[in-house]
């Protein structure tokens, strides 16, 4: 219940924050705060997300492996 009472109060402000970049006097705080929250819900759902460095560099790995034996093939042909 918590969780989805933030994220309501989240984007209602930051609809809120859009809003007020039409008017001819924007508030410059409702702006800020919108854009704080924003990207304090990127970072909760960034973290969410599966961080795997070492997938990435066995994918490196196997490419600089497929590099090198598709060198040896290519010399075999000449």
Do not use: C
């Given at each position: 219940?918590?969780?989805t ?44 997300i ?11 790995d ?17």
């Amino acid at each position: 219940m918590k969780k989805t009472i933030w994220i309501v109060i989240t984007l209602a402000f930051i609809v809120w924050a859009f809003i007020e970049q039409t008017k001819e006097t924007p508030r410059i705080w409702v702006q800020v705060i919108g854009v704080l929250l924003f990207f304090y819900a990127m970072m909760r759902l960034s973290q969410k997300i599966n961080q795997s460095e070492t997938s990435n560099s066995e994918v490196i790995d196997k490419n600089n492996t497929f590099e090198s034996s598709n060198k040896v093939k290519n010399d075999e042909r000449i």
